[in-house]
């Protein structure tokens, strides 16, 4: 959350890509869907670690107590497969959740798919870092991040994390007029 670097991190929680066995296209893809929708100047970090609820914990962790990233984005890890846990990890660092991610992200993948009721997406905040989870397919981590963007610049406003402008010719970035008080 450094206002001179601010960091968009992006952690790919995937068994076969951490052992070289499969070629990440979730964390480039939310990083391609970032650069066109975000203006503001950021430091993009991308992580890739295991399935697993520690692997996955400890990485928020790090990501968001050392890196200070202002935003996390978790690709992967939110179906319902025994290796499947990254909602759990989620659970572990978390201060608050803020389950209409969840829940709009459904809804929109819903209308793509009949299966996108079995995935577990979520977000949450860690101090001063917004963590949203997303499947790993690249279409379908569009879908959601389309579905829930217009919220992030202010969520991260009320959070005190840097502030994010967006493109106005694809997302606008919602944000409460302010009155002038007598």
Not at 47 to 72: C, P, W
Not at 167 to 178: E, F, H, Q
Request: with cysteine; glycine share 6%; hydrophobic share 40%.
């Amino acid at each position: 959350m450094s206002i001179e670097n601010p960091l968009i991190a992006i952690l790919v929680a995937s068994d076969r890509a951490s052992r070289g066995e499969y070629e990440d296209l979730g964390g480039p893809a939310a990083e391609d869907w970032l650069r066109k929708a975000v203006t503001t100047k950021f430091t993009y970090k991308r992580q890739i670690v295991s399935d697993g609820r520690d692997t996955v914990a400890t990485a928020l962790r790090a990501l968001s107590d050392v890196d200070q990233a202002d935003l996390i984005l978790v690709t992967g890890g939110t179906g319902p497969a025994p290796r499947d846990q990254t909602p759990e990890a989620l659970d572990d660092v978390i201060d608050k959740r803020l389950p209409g991610f969840g829940e709009a992200m459904r809804l929109a993948s819903l209308k793509e798919v009949p299966t996108a009721i079995l995935s577990r997406q979520d977000a949450g905040v860690r101090s001063q870092t917004l963590i949203i989870t997303l499947p790993g397919k690249p279409s379908a981590i569009a879908t959601c991040l389309s579905s829930v963007f217009a919220a992030v610049p202010y969520c991260l406003d009320l959070i005190g994390a840097a502030r994010i402008e967006t493109n106005p010719a694809l997302y606008d970035a919602y944000r409460p007029k302010t009155t002038k008080r007598d």
